[in-house]
């Protein structure tokens, strides 16, 4: 079935729409089956790995962390029964008794274990290994009990209790450094099927820790084009998707009586990222003024149609370490001619580009557009913008390679200031981090470590209030806006409910129903 570009809002749209979907021949899924439509394919559902944002979501459904946030972002116990700081660099875990792997083995101590241990060995590689650089040792106490002992006081480390999912032991011994997908979890949901590049069925966990699970199936189907994923909920053939349809469809999908479109605030940050190993991206002065070139209040209110909120920080304004007197950069061409002029970057007297830069971005719809628009708004300064886009593995394997001069991605479930040792520290360049535009700072390094070794919830707001001035001032990355949380969902879906960071947990308890 070919593409179709929706214009704008009206009945005319919507009856156009309608007669095409007799072309798409999917059934509808039984009532027993859950369809959740993405746009590319998950990378690893290795928990050990998850590199991308929706390997990270789906393996939360198979392999359950200690801990685990609730719909507010709140840390609550999950696999862990409690949990406690025996002193600041010692911290007691106690295993709940009722949590079974799915081949109904009991979750235990030295399964924990073999999981951290794993990531924090060089060899296998894991990016999740920065992130637990604090830990000296794990090791079991009891049957059910473990120990995390500390380098140091590590202040984010409860936030890493929540982001690693549990897997067996002997499935860890089995697969070495190999990094493959560990198939056996304790979550709500277990591996069924898996056709590569097209779908993934989960299975109904009937003995899940955390109470009966909502539906018997969930099938994660991979739709790369937005028009179809829209056409194949608006026919009923799926039941829902979450961020991953373009803004100029949602008001066409909400006239349908069958479905309900719901949205609310988010900690997801689209960025834009700088290659600062290539000249002249090296200069902060080129990194600025193609800043303030992009007109991210004209992108957020028209082409995002207002599902974005302009962003001057990677924290949310809610946040509690959220700097409000940080410097903000306004689109301002003239003042970009200005600083590439200034950065030996003169517009060349034949009206020719001052220079050429790479931008990479994957398939998507959205992403694509608001790229071609990127691309019109630094032409307006003098820049040439080659737009490359490719699907998701090849782009995000180029960008991991070094291989662009520009980016954008989406800083995904930002809860903690630590966030900002992702993508900034230089221990994490790759392949230990997030950090792939190469940044490296000893001021940096000093705020985020010194952010990391404190409780003090107040010294910890003024050390990351200076990290955010010090990249607004330094620009490795640009926050562009905070994308709102979109869910369209069948009128018959009951029981999802959305968290700030986008994640889809709340699939354990959604079922199928009477719609209202």
């Known amino acids: 079935m070919g593409s179709l570009h929706i214009a704008g809002p009206g009945p005319l749209a919507i009856a156009l729409i309608a007669s095409l979907l007799l072309s798409c021949g999917r059934p509808a899924p039984p009532d027993d089956e859950l369809v959740f439509l993405i746009g590319s394919w998950p990378t690893n559902l290795d928990p050990r790995f998850v590199p991308d944002a929706w390997s990270e979501k789906i393996a939360h459904l198979v392999f359950s962390p200690l801990l685990i946030r609730d719909p507010r972002g709140e840390l609550r116990p999950h696999l862990a029964e409690s949990h406690e700081f025996a002193s600041a660099t010692e911290v007691i875990v106690r295993l709940r008794d009722d949590a079974y792997f799915h081949d109904r083995t009991p979750v235990r101590a030295s399964d924990v274990v073999a999981t951290y241990r794993s990531i924090l060995d060089p060899a296998l590689g894991s990016v999740k290994r920065l992130s637990l650089d ?177 962003a001057h920080s990677f924290l949310h304004p809610d946040s509690w370490a959220y700097a409000g007197d940080i410097s903000v950069l306004r689109h301002d061409p003239v003042g970009a001619r200005a600083l590439l002029d200034e950065a030996g970057l003169p517009q060349p007297a034949d009206g020719s580009a001052r220079l050429h830069l790479v931008f990479r971005t994957s398939q998507d719809e959205t992403a694509i557009a608001v790229a071609k628009i990127l691309r019109r708004d630094l032409a307006a300064v003098g820049i040439e913008m080659e737009l490359r886009s490719n699907e998701w593995g090849v782009f995000f394997a180029d960008i991991k390679q070094g291989d662009f001069d520009l980016y954008t991605l989406s800083g995904v479930g930002i809860n903690d200031p630590d966030w900002y040792s992702f993508v900034m520290h230089s221990d994490s360049q790759p392949p230990s981090g997030a950090n792939r535009e190469l940044y490296d700072d000893a001021t940096m390094d000093a705020l985020l470590e010194a952010g990391r070794s404190t409780s003090a919830r107040g010294v910890r707001a003024t050390l990351y209030r200076q990290v955010q001035h010090l990249a607004a001032r330094d620009l490795p990355l640009v926050p562009l806006w905070y994308q709102h949380n979109v869910t369209v969902r069948g009128a018959d879906v009951q029981g999802w409910e959305m968290t700030p960071g986008g994640g889809i947990d709340a699939l354990a308890h959604t079922s199928k129903g009477a719609g209202p």
């Open 134 to 310: 604090a830990i000296s040792d794990v090791s079991e106490v009891a049957p059910r009990t473990v120990r995390f002992s500390l380098h140091r006081p590590h202040a984010p480390f409860l936030q890493v209790l929540a982001s690693i999912g549990i897997a067996q032991e002997s499935e860890i011994l089995a697969n070495g450094t190999a990094g493959d997908v560990l198939w056996t979890g304790s979550g709500p949901f277990l591996f069924e099927e898996i056709d590569t590049g097209a779908h993934l069925l989960l299975g109904r966990n009937p003995e899940w820790f955390g109470g009966r699970v909502g539906v018997e199936h969930v099938r994660f189907r991979v739709v790369p084009d937005a028009t179809v994923r829209s056409l194949e909920l608006l026919r009923g053939s799926a039941d829902i998707t979450q961020n991953d349809l373009p803004p100029h469809v949602l008001d066409h999908l909400s006239a349908s009586p069958d479905l309900v479109v719901e949205t609310a605030e988010s900690t997801l940050v689209k960025y834009l990222a700088f290659n600062l190993e290539r000249p002249p991206l090296d200069d902060v002065r080129v990194r600025r003024a193609i800043a303030m070139a992009i007109d991210r209040e004209a992108i957020t209110r028209h082409k995002l149609r207002g599902f974005a909120t302009v």
